[in-house]
Each structure stands twice: as C-alpha cells, then as structure tokens.
C-alpha cells in the first residue's frame, strides 16, 4: 500500500541553518502535500507540488518531486526558531477517488536559538 | 484569511457514550473530510463527504462512525459509543475541489479522551 514516509525521523539545528528534510512513497500520485504540526497543534498546509512538477518555492520552503525516484524533499532555508516542529508529507494516490491524503510518520525538527 | 473551525477543542467522554464533533470548514469548499491521530502516531484518513454523502471511507470508519452536513456550514462527526481506543486528535478538512489537485486546509482538532 502506499505510504508517505519521512526521514530524518528528527532533525535538530541552529537558527540559522538550512534543514532538509525527506519523504519517499510507494505508488504514482496526482500530487505530495507537505503540512506542518506544533506539538498538540492543528495540520498547517506548507505547499502542494503536482505530479508533473519538479520544484516548487514558496518563502523560505522550497520542495522537489523526483516521481521516477517516488521522493520529494523540503527544505527550509535560514532556519528559525519558529520553525520548530513536525513536519509531515500527504499523498493523494492517482486513480484515487476523492483524495483522501496518506500521511508519512513526520519529521520532527528542532531548530536551537 | 479563511479557515476551518472546529469546536470542542477538547472532549472528555465515558466508554461507551455518544460524541458529536462539530467543524466549520472554509465556506467555497465543496470537499470534507475527516481524519484522526493517535498520540504517537501517523495522521489517518476516516471519511471524505461531498455533495451531501460518503465519497470514500476507511476501514476505521465503522457503523460506530458517522456524519452529516446538518445545515450550510457545518459538518459533523459522531461517534455513537465510545471506545478507550477512539482516543486520538480528530481533524476535519476542507478543499475547494476534488483533492488530487487541490489543498487541503485542516482544522485546528478536537482532543479526545473516552475514559
């Protein structure tokens, strides 16, 4: 079954640095959502990228979908302190029926002043 | 800037009582869905809606599960008898057309403990 899977597990940098951060999957999507979550909090929407893109920036985010590799990466760049938390990539299976979004375990970043 | 509401934030039932979760989601949105998270683990999908019924549902989504679109706005999940294990973060979601190529925007959750 297809999955989002996420790696590092957990990231931990200085304010200031650039963090990266993984997601592989296992079928062909129509698109890779990626959301942040504060602890406790709700699913904040980051950025979708479409299968038939391969990068995509928004601010400091910038994120790359390589569909022969089944990956897409997140990258924030000048890291902040706000930037501290989970972040979590969602894919939307193709041939699916009305997008119900596969969740990966999420990366949890934590980003030092 | 719009976004889902979803009320209570928290809820704290008894085993084997009845739960209604309410959500506003974004109001040109067309699509809903609901969704859970156990402490600890991976968000899941339960149900999408459109159009006034069920567009897809998982296999968590059981007949303990349902909802409605009571009136305009809102968008509700019951649940009719607890279990210890339907504690979790339940997030209702909305997007404006069919999801493979739109966003979903999530709720903020509702916290529930069934003790």
């Known amino acids: 079954s297809q999955q989002g899977e996420e790696d590092p597990q957990a990231l931990s940098i200085q304010e200031g640095e650039n963090a990266t951060m993984n997601c592989s999957y296992k079928?062909?999507?129509?698109?890779l959502q990626w959301y942040r979550q504060n602890s406790g909090r709700g699913l904040v929407h980051l950025i979708l990228?479409?299968?038939?893109?391969r990068e995509k920036h928004g601010g400091r985010l910038r994120v790359t979908l390589d569909t022969s590799k089944k990956s897409s990466s997140l990258l924030i760049t000048a890291s902040r302190a706000a930037d501290t938390a989970s972040y979590f990539c969602?894919?939307?299976?193709?041939?699916?029926?009305?997008?119900?979004?596969?969740f990966g375990k999420g990366t949890k970043l934590s980003v030092k002043p | 800037e719009p976004e889902v509401t979803q009320t209570p934030s928290h809820q704290v039932t008894q085993m084997g009582q009845e739960v209604i979760l309410r959500c506003v989601p974004i109001s040109n949105h067309l699509y809903f869905y609901w969704y859970r998270q156990i402490l600890g683990q991976k968000v899941e999908f339960l149900v999408s809606?459109?159009?006034?019924?069920?567009?897809?549902k998982s296999e968590i989504f059981d007949d303990q599960f349902s909802v409605e679109r009571p009136d305009g706005s809102n968008f509700t999940l019951k649940i009719r008898s607890t279990k210890l294990e339907d504690s979790a973060m339940y997030f209702c979601?909305?997007?404006?057309?069919?999801?493979?190529?739109?966003?979903?925007?999530f709720g903020p959750g509702t916290r529930l403990t069934v003790t």
């Open positions: 969602a894919t939307d299976a193709q041939g699916g029926s009305q997008g119900n979004l596969i």
């Open positions: 990228i479409r299968s038939n893109e």
């Open positions: 979601a909305s997007s404006e057309g069919a999801g493979r190529i739109y966003e979903q925007y």
């Open positions: 079928t062909s999507i129509n698109n």
């Open positions: 809606f459109y159009n006034n019924e069920i567009s897809e």
